[in-house]
Nanobody, 122 residues
Framework: QVQLVESGGGLVQAGGSLRLSCAAS????????MGWFRQAPGKEREFVAR????????TYADSVKGRFTISRDNTKNTVYLQMDSLKPDDTAVYYC???????????????WGQGTQVTVSS
């Protein structure tokens, strides 16, 4: 069982930055692949970024590539999403998720956080 708690969301102007954190419970955090997803009003949940458990290999959605960076600190059981050059289209609730193996498919994830709101004003 893994419990995930996101933090760091808020209101920011276009072009600004935010760093989201996702704190995980449990002693096997390093074994889990982690992902960030987002869901805007009226839209389906979409993949943002993922990072593998051991090797730290990362993958990004095309819409955020070059602007967002996912990282993890296994000593702190935490995964981060650094978001730079934010755009109004990035406005959404952001969720972190854990899976035995990281994936860009939401269906692969067993555990989800409650989400944190990110709002980017123009």
């Amino acid at each position: 069982q893994v419990q995930l708690v996101e933090s760091g969301g808020g209101l920011v102007q276009a072009g600004g930055s935010l760093r989201l954190s996702c704190a995980a419970s449990g002693r096997t955090f390093s074994r889990y692949g982690m992902g960030w997803f987002r869901q805007a009003p009226g839209k389906e949940r979409e993949f943002v970024a993922r990072i593998s458990g051991s090797s730290g290999i990362t993958t990004y959605a095309d819409s955020v590539k070059g602007r967002f960076t996912i990282s993890r600190d296994n000593t702190k059981n935490t995964v981060y999403l650094q978001m730079d050059s934010l755009k109004p289209d990035d406005t959404a609730v952001y969720y972190c998720a854990a899976a035995p193996r990281s994936s860009s498919s939401a269906a692969a994830y067993d555990y989800w956080g409650q989400g944190t709101q990110v709002t980017v004003s123009s």
